[in-house]
């Protein structure tokens, strides 16, 4: 499985992004997928997951603010962020994980400008 995340850029706070992420590969009928960030200087951090059934997670930051979404057909997941925050600044990466253990591709760069 190869992961390709795509979407990031620079914007200003308040203003949204949508992060894609596309699978490709042996993609199993039941894994999950999930983003994590990591900031300049600290340690990568959980954002949000989605699981095979799809059911969502968030890390408290960024609920009510990022939804999380897959298109299982396309093996293609989204994540929409609005009301960018500074804090929000990092590299986001997306992770895929089934059965056989978890992959994470490369990440890309968003940072939110004050």
């Known amino acids: 499985v190869q992961l390709q995340a795509s979407g990031g850029g620079l914007v200003q706070a308040g203003e949204s992004l949508t992060l894609s992420c596309a699978a490709s590969g042996m993609i199993s009928g039941w894994s999950s997928m999930t983003w994590f960030r990591q900031a300049p200087g600290q340690e990568g951090e959980f954002v949000a997951n989605?699981?095979?059934?799809?059911?969502?997670d968030y890390t408290d930051a960024v609920k009510g603010r990022f939804t999380i979404s897959r298109d299982s057909a396309k093996n293609t997941m989204s994540l929409q962020m609005s009301d960018l925050r500074p804090e929000d600044t990092a590299v986001y990466y997306c992770?895929?994980?089934?059965?056989?253990?978890?992959?994470r591709g490369q990440g890309t760069q968003v940072t939110v400008s004050s």
């Open positions: 989605i699981a095979p059934e799809g059911t969502t």
């Open positions: 992770q895929y994980r089934d059965m056989h253990g978890a992959i």
